[in-house]
C-alpha cells in the first residue's frame, strides 16, 4: 500500500486515537499542518472542554487547539470510519481494550504507532500485534519516535520525529503531514528497531531514575546510559539484524538520552520514585501518567528468555520492580558489570 497516491488524489484524512498527553501534543502538530482532525477522546465532558476552551482540560493544558478544525467522538467507530491514516496513542496497556471497542475492518486504513510501549502479556510491539491480531500487513504500517516530550511540543520548541515505515516512500509521505515550523521530520524503514529502541529506553530510564535517586551522580550517569546504549544495540542486532540500522541516529540514542535526562520523563520519575523506597503500587499512584517502562520491563525480560541476550541493566531493572530485589544491592552489583 503507498498512501503517497491516493486513488482519488484527495488529501490524506488523518484520525488521532487517545487523549493524553502525547496524543495532545501530536494533535496540535496536525492541526497546524492538517485542514482537519478527526479525534477519539474517550470522555464526553473533556471533548466539551476542548470544544470551549480549546485546551485538554486534563493533559498537556499549555497546549492551545484549533477546534474549529477537529471533529471529536466518543465512539471509536464514528472516528476510524471518517479517516485514511489512523495514530494510535494510547499507551499500550489499554491499547487491546480500546480496539476491543471497534466492530469494522482496518481495511483501506494505515496505521500508526505512536504508542512507546509493548503490549502486555502479549509480548509483542504495537506493530506486531496489529500484524498478528488483525493480519495488517506491514505494508500498512507505520511508526512515530522521538527524541520528543509533549511537554516541549506544547511550548512549540523545535524538535524533531522519525516515521519509519517498510516502504520509504510511506515515510516520507507520513513526514511530510506532521511537518511544521517547530517539528523537524526524519524518515527510515528500520520499524522493528525504532519500535524496540523506544521500549528500552524507557526501561533504561527507570534505571537512572533509580540510581540518581540512590546518589550516584552525573559521571556514574553518563557510564549507566553509555552502557545502556550498547545493550539496546546488542539486542536490537541479535534479535532482528539489519544493514540499515545506525543505533547512533537521534530516533535510537537521542530517544535514549532525552529519556533519560529530561525533567519531562516520565520514565526517569518513577525510576526516581522506586530508588527513594516507594512500592511499585505507590508510584503509580502518584503519578498521573503511565510509566511504560515498567510493563516493558517484564516482557523484554520474557523475550529474551529465547534470545539470551546479555542485558545486565535490564535485568537488574526486571529484578527490583517485579521480584522485590533491593535497589542498592542490585545497582552496586550492576557497577561492577559496566565499562
Request: contains cysteine.
Amino acid at each position: 500500500m503507498l498512501i503517497a497516491k491516493k486513488n482519488n488524489n484527495l488529501p490524506l484524512r488523518f484520525a488521532m486515537i487517545g487523549n493524553g498527553s502525547w496524543a495532545t501534543a501530536l494533535t496540535k502538530v496536525l492541526l497546524t499542518v492538517q485542514p482537519n482532525l478527526q479525534w477519539y477522546v474517550r470522555n464526553i465532558d473533556m471533548i466539551k472542554h476542548i470544544e470551549k476552551y480549546h485546551r485538554n482540560p486534563e493533559f498537556l493544558r499549555s497546549a492551545q487547539l484549533d477546534a474549529s478544525k477537529l471533529e471529536m467522538s466518543d465512539n471509536i467507530n464514528e472516528v476510524i470510519a471518517k479517516a485514511d491514516v489512523l495514530v494510535f496513542c494510547i499507551p499500550s496497556a489499554f491499547l487491546k481494550g480500546e480496539l476491543e471497542k471497534y466492530t469494522g475492518n482496518f481495511d483501506n486504513k494505515f496505521i500508526v504507532s505512536a504508542i512507546k510501549g509493548i503490549v502486555p502479556e502479549d509480548n509483542m510491539t504495537v506493530a506486531e500485534y496489529f500484524n498478528r491480531k488483525y493480519k495488517i500487513p506491514y505494508d500498512k504500517i507505520g511508526t512515530i519516535t522521538g527524541p520528543c516530550h509533549a511537554e516541549e511540543v506544547a511550548l512549540e520548541r523545535l524538535s524533531y520525529l522519525t516515521f519509519s515505515c517498510k516502504r520509504k516512500e510511506n515515510a516520507e509521505c507520513l513526514a511530510g503531514n506532521f511537518a511544521c515550523n517547530y517539528i523537524k521530520t526524519l524518515s527510515g524503514t528500520d520499524i522493528y528497531g525504532v519500535e524496540y529502541a523506544a521500549i528500552l529506553k524507557n526501561i533504561y530510564a527507570i534505571t537512572v531514575g533509580i540510581c540518581h535517586s540512590l546518589g550516584y551522580g552525573d559521571n556514574f550517569l553518563a557510564v549507566l546510559v553509555t552502557n545502556a546504549q550498547a545493550e539496546m544495540k546488542r539486542f536490537l542486532n541479535n534479535t532482528y539484524p539489519s544493514a540499515a540500522r545506525d543505533t547512533a541516529q537521534s530516533s535510537y540514542l537521542g530517544d535514549l538520552l532525552v529519556t533519560c535526562y529530561s525533567q519531562f520523563s516520565r520514565n526517569r520519575t518513577f525510576g526516581a520514585m522506586i530508588g527513594k523506597g516507594y512500592s511499585v503500587t505507590s508510584a503509580q499512584a502518584e503519578m498521573s501518567m503511565i510509566a511504560e517502562g515498567y510493563y516493558a520491563c517484564k516482557s523484554i525480560h520474557h523475550i529474551n528468555m529465547v534470545h539470551r541476550v546479555n542485558m545486565s541493566i535490564a535485568e537488574a531493572t526486571y529484578r527490583i520492580l517485579y521480584e522485590n530485589a533491593s535497589p542498592a544491592a542490585e545497582m552496586k552489583l550492576l557497577t561492577d558489570t559496566l565499562q
